[in-house]
């Protein structure tokens, strides 16, 4: 009874476990592949009858590849991780991926086209795959510049060079003959700018990899880089036009000018710093036709490295004056020196002052002067404002920085100098001696310079211009309380109209002396002496020494002229 159960079994079992052979496919994700690449292919079969296991042969890896993983898919396992051993207890009909093939290209395959194929008696053929193994090596062998030497490693892709050279050849080798150089990026001539300059080579690998290799160069720049102005002015024939604001500086890049609207062209005018430097074609020196109103006119200068430097004139042709400055600028019990280009002033006041007594008046006529800040000053610092507002709206805001004392304090009085040099002479200065003697050469006046001891004390020099002997110069120092010093230098200067009359008398003497001998030489001039002079009629005979007066009818003797010139000589000489 046993063995007619386990017949049955079989019988019924028999049909599950027989079926025909299918056609099937395998396909990767890449067809193309490199030394070291991780594969994965699909292993797909249309199965007419439920199928339960598959088994099959993977040939032509050989050593070129190496199989990592076989994975079941669609309900079926993997019994090995090597060779094909699926199964799937329920079975499976239709057309759908048996299993997941994981391959790694080893890192000694061979190149070109490898071909794998899979055989299987549940196959109605064998399928196969064609995988071409291609170089995927992107690196050089060598890299050189002519005439510069470097050290290359076909591993480091950045260098920093050095190089002062206009230009440089590159010479380049691939390390892999199937690789090639990415279109204009392998050997050649490269032409260097001054400064940073930067190089590449790049290598497309077989497989389409690029490696890239930078050449950071830097060549120096020698050339000049002033790009400064000396001098610029803007001028309208002999019509004075104002000063430029702010007056010039070759530091400062923009300025303004207000001219009158009866002015319809100006000259520009512009002077380079370096010779080595040069005006931007159409932006140097140039006559400008003025339109009403605004009109931008710029100069522009390029050193000789390149760098350009431009200047911006802003020029409102108007009938409105721009002038915001000040023309004085007084604060009772404070001595500041005002200069109207300088815009911020420091000053100390007793505890007691609140409020400033400020004089402030603008240079032109139509512009207008407001203080902003001027009362209930708080002890410390406080800022005082005077705003100048031209007739064309435009602002010059001058600062005064207040510091009001504590209670008890008082204002400096130290009127003291603490350092006076001129130039070309020494004083020997002490700043408690106040009156110095010093003999100067022919200046007219002396550069003079002052450093007091108090930063809130000042000072005027009086009396150094049209210097001449018993000048005196002096320094007045006014402390921060008002309180006054004087230090005096007096000027011994050499006079040299003596010199010059003695000079004059002399040349005259020789003047007169020189004429009076040519006098006496000469035969052409009537004879003075007394013999001559006696004869009415004269008829001189040279050759017997006589003068015959025909008139008298006598003769008388002479000496040669020579010989009373010399006798003449003697008598004025000796006498």
């Known amino acids: 009874m046993k063995k007619i159960k386990y017949l049955l079994f079989l019988l019924l079992l028999l049909p599950a476990m027989v079926y025909s052979a299918s056609p099937g496919s395998i396909n990767c994700d890449k067809t193309n592949v490199t030394r070291g690449d991780i594969i994965n292919c699909e292993l797909s079969i249309n199965a007419s009858d439920s199928i339960t296991v598959f088994n099959g042969t993977v040939s032509g890896i050989a050593s070129n590849f190496t ?3 076989i994975t079941g898919l669609n309900g079926f396992s993997s019994s090995s991780d090597s060779v094909i051993n699926l199964s799937n207890p329920s079975g499976k009909t239709g057309n759908f991926t048996l299993a997941k093939i994981e391959l790694k290209v080893n890192t000694d395959a061979s190149y070109g086209n490898q071909t794998i194929t899979l055989s299987s008696a549940d196959l109605t053929s064998n399928v196969s795959v064609t995988l071409k193994v291609v170089s995927g090596d992107s690196t050089l062998k060598s890299l050189t510049i002519d005439d510069y030497g470097f050290a290359f490693k076909s591993n480091t892709y950045t260098y920093n060079l050095n190089i002062n050279a206009s230009s440089i050849k590159i010479n380049a080798e691939v390390n892999d003959s199937k690789a090639s150089f990415v279109p204009d990026m392998g050997p050649r001539e490269v032409n260097l700018d001054y400064g940073q300059n930067e190089v590449k080579v790049m290598v497309t690998a077989e497989n389409g990899d690029i490696t890239t290799y930078v050449l950071k160069i830097n060549r120096e720049d020698s050339r000049n880089k002033v790009n400064y102005l000396s001098a610029l002015t803007v001028t309208s024939g002999t019509t004075k036009l104002p000063d430029l604001n702010p007056i010039f500086n070759r530091e400062k890049i923009d ?8 002015i319809e062209k100006v000259s ?3 002077s380079l710093a370096h010779i080595k430097s040069k005006f931007v074609t159409d932006f140097g020196p140039k006559e400008v036709n003025l339109n009403t109103g605004e009109n931008i006119v710029l100069i522009k200068v390029e050193s000789e490295s390149g760098d350009i430097r431009t200047y911006t004139i802003k020029i409102n042709r108007s009938s409105e004056s721009d002038n915001n400055f000040l023309k004085s600028l007084t604060i009772k019990n404070s001595n ?7 815009i911020e002033y420091n000053i100390n006041v007793l505890n007691d002052i609140t409020e400033l007594e400020i004089d402030a008046k603008a240079e032109h006529e139509k512009a207008k002067v407001e203080i902003i800040g001027n009362t209930n000053l708080s002890e410390g610092i406080n800022k005082v404002l005077i705003k100048v507002t031209a007739e064309n709206k435009s602002e010059r805001i001058y600062t005064i920085n207040v510091t009001r004392l504590e209670k008890g304090s008082d204002l400096s009085d130290n009127n003291l100098i603490k350092e006076l040099t001129i130039e070309n002479y020494n004083i020997g200065f002490d700043k408690a001696r106040y009156e110095y003697n010093l003999k100067i050469k022919k200046e007219t006046s002396l550069d003079i310079s002052v450093l007091l001891e108090d930063e809130f ?12 002997n018993k000048s005196k110069i002096i320094i007045k ?6 309180d006054i010093k004087e230090y005096v230098i007096n000027i011994e200067k050499s006079s040299t109209t003596l010199l010059y009359i003695i000079i004059i008398v002399i040349v005259l003497i020789l003047i007169g002396l020189g004429i009076t001998l040519y006098i006496y030489r000469s ?9 001559v002079d006696q004869a009415e009629n004269p008829i001189i005979d040279e050759e017997k020494k006589i003068i015959y007066d025909q008139d008298l009818e006598k003769t008388v003797e002479y000496k040669p002229i020579e010989e009373e010139i010399l006798t003449f000589e003697e008598d004025w000489l000796f006498s």
């Open 457 to 468: 004390a000042t000072y005027e020099i009086i009396g150094n211009e049209n210097l001449k």
């Open 336 to 342: 500041i020196t005002f200069v109207k280009d300088i």
């Open 477 to 482: 120092v006014t402390a921060e309380n008002g």
């Open 255 to 262: 300025y303004i000018l207000t001219v009158p609207l009866e």
């Open 67 to 69: 199989i990592n993983k």
């Open 268 to 270: 520009i005018g512009a």
């Open 523 to 531: 035969k052409w001039i009537p004879i003075f002496f007394e013999k």
